[in-house]
């Protein structure tokens, strides 16, 4: 079965087609990261504008690069929810539109169930049930992943997600938007005990993340030594940032793994390609004798790839939606 999907929550403006949830047929992503560069972060109203002139060239080369017409294809998905509502509704009323000229069926998609998808198609073996941390720009949770389309949020963040406390810290620090991958880059020639971060204590569920106490700090230390016309060693202050989010998401996921009784766990989204995270999991999971999966780099960040997976799942589910079908800036994984 081959589902065409549509991504634009953010921004990136993607399209793909997918074969039975696990291949990728085509795959297109229009970048908009050079426009937003200069403002530091995502500008809502350039996304939606960038989204609108980009969609029709990036929908037309997926299917040319899948040599199929939109005729050839079962189901048209398209993420529905959450994200920037301007960015979304550009590709829900193009998949609208396609799904109703083409008399295909209508699959919406949640972008974060996307990033949990991402890891069938890099690893077709993979089946639920397993336990999934989803680290990207807007949203971190640990999901138990009981079977394709149910999911129960375990832990969540208290305030900034996990690309968010890499982007505003590395901002900080002078890196360009987005932070994290510069940070990524600079920590591996630095030394990660060089500053310490306090750990933070989120009362009530011991799940949870909190990261705005490691954003302060990190500002903190950075102004302190600024006045005092001290020169940032800034390998070393990306290296010791990076292992403090690393700790504290690691801390989290693996006390919810034990508790929970899971040995088979899954990285998610952007953050998912952060290098340490990918390092640590990989041995903290060895030593645990834990299956442990993430995506290939290429299916990390945004695309349409992955919603071309989640996609077939929810269409084998009945997930479909009619002509009614709106976006939605926030949404439960749940749903
Ligand atoms: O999933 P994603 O592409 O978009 C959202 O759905 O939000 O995630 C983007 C986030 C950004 O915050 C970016 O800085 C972060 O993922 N990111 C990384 C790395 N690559 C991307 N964070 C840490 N290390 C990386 N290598
Ligand atoms: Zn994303």
Do not use: W
């Not at 993979?126 to 949020?153: A, K, N, W």
């Not at 997600?161 to 020639?189: C, S, W």
Request: hydrophobic share 45%.
């Amino acid at each position: 079965m081959k589902i065409f999907a549509i991504e634009s929550s953010c921004d990136d403006t993607a399209a793909a087609v997918v074969e039975d949830g696990r291949k990728v047929l085509s795959s297109v992503v229009a970048s908009q990261v050079f426009r937003h560069v200069e403002f530091g972060g995502v500008v809502p109203e350039i996304a939606g504008r960038m989204h609108c002139e980009a969609i029709s060239g990036v929908v037309a080369e997926a299917l040319a690069q899948a040599k199929l017409n939109i005729q050839d294809v079962d189901a048209v998905a398209v993420t529905a929810y959450p994200g920037l509502i301007g960015s979304l509704l550009v590709g829900v009323n193009f998949a609208k539109g396609l799904a109703l000229t083409a008399g295909k069926p209508l699959v919406p998609v949640h972008h974060l169930r996307g990033h949990i998808a991402a890891n069938y198609i890099s690893h077709p073996e993979l089946q639920p049930p397993f336990l999934c941390l989803v680290v990207s720009g807007g949203h971190s949770h640990i999901v138990e992943v009981s079977d394709y389309t149910s999911m129960r949020i375990i832990g969540r963040t208290r305030d900034d997600a996990a690309g968010e406390a890499f982007d505003k810290t590395a901002r900080t620090m002078g890196l360009p938007y987005p932070g994290g991958v510069h940070m990524d880059k600079l920590a591996e020639g630095g030394d990660p005990n060089a500053f310490s971060f306090p750990v933070p204590k989120v009362s009530g569920s011991p799940y949870d993340f909190s990261f705005s106490g490691l954003k302060t700090a990190v500002i903190n230390t950075i102004h302190n030594m600024t006045q005092k016309g001290i020169d940032i060693p800034r390998e070393d202050m990306a290296a010791s940032v990076r292992q403090s989010v690393v700790n504290i998401l690691t801390d989290r996921f693996l006390l919810a793994a034990k508790d929970f009784g899971h040995r088979r766990l899954v990285l998610a989204g952007g953050v998912s390609a952060n290098s340490l995270l990918r390092r640590r999991m990989t041995q903290l999971c060895a030593e645990r004798g834990f299956e442990l999966y993430y995506p290939e780099l290429s299916l990390c960040g945004d695309n349409a790839a992955m919603i071309g997976a989640q996609g077939y799942f929810e269409f084998l589910q009945g997930n479909t939606a009619d002509m009614s079908l709106n976006a939605r800036a926030e949404r439960s994984i749940e749903l």
